[in-house]
């Protein structure tokens, strides 16, 4: 089940994603619960001051009041993991997708292409996610990771150190065999001795990755390209 919230002032608009968003989430056979808003402080209050939760945002950017690009900025904190997607008629905006978490930015001239394959791509990441976990096991514990939950792999003599949202766990592997049990394409090496998940990727400047947790890590010269390709790939097109 893929909880999403839809926000634009425009009653018809909202309508109109709802619709799409229900079409192709019905024939993808994907479960979900949708819901609208019209004013986007009221979409702010409900996740700042009500604890809603949403996998997935559709907003406008230019609407009264707050923005969507203010919305974005402000629930960082409280959905640090969501998925936005920009529905907007203002495509002269140079957006920073990866500082500002976007997933995707669909213009409302070519929604039924675009908003389509961006819903299908962002509910199938999130269905994904929600089933997968790295698991450490030895003679003495084992120990499950939320893929979602971790920020990087990092290599530490003979073992890897896996840093995630709850602290570090180390497990006597080298960094390729512990790349080969995630076998997914959101974790990328960055350099020989770190694996990154894209998705806590928040910013690319210059060599280095600016982590959601506010760590900074290198990367390569060797990986650099390769880097920016994987994280454009993962992420789609944006305008």
């Not at 974005?72 to 529905?87: D, H, M, T, W």
């Not at 675009?114 to 790295?134: F, N, P, R, S």
């Not at 592997?173 to 806590?200: A, H």
């Not at 990986?223 to 390709?229: D, M």
Request: charged share 25%; net charge negative.
């Amino acid at each position: 089940m893929v909880k999403i919230a839809i926000c634009d002032d425009e009653e018809k608009s909202v309508v109109l994603h709802e619709k799409t968003v229900k079409e192709c989430l019905q024939l993808a056979g994907i479960g979900y619960e949708i819901t609208t808003y019209t004013q986007s402080q009221n979409l702010l209050y409900d996740i700042t001051d009500d604890a809603f939760f949403y996998d997935l945002i559709l907003l406008d950017i230019e609407m009264p009041g707050i923005s969507g690009m203010e919305i974005s900025q402000q629930i960082k904190g409280y959905l640090p993991n969501v998925r936005i997607i920009f529905v907007t008629s203002h495509t002269e905006y140079a957006i920073d997708a990866f500082e500002l978490s976007i997933f995707r930015y669909v213009p409302k001239n070519n929604l039924e292409v675009k908003l389509t394959a961006a819903v299908i791509d962002a509910a199938k990441l999130i269905e994904l996610e929600a089933g997968q976990e790295y698991t450490i096991q030895t003679a003495n514990r084992m120990e499950k990771i939320p893929y979602k939950d971790i920020f990087y792999i990092q290599r530490d003599g003979k073992n890897a150190s896996i840093v995630s949202s709850v602290g570090t766990s180390k497990v006597r592997k080298s960094l390729q065999q512990v790349f080969e049990e995630l076998n997914t394409p959101e974790f990328i090496f960055i350099d020989r001795g770190y694996i990154v998940n894209i998705i806590q990727i928040m910013k690319i400047s210059d060599s280095t990755a600016i982590l959601k947790n506010g760590e900074q890590l290198p990367i390569s010269r060797s990986h650099l390209q390769e880097v920016k390709q994987k994280i454009n790939e993962f992420w789609g097109a944006h305008i």
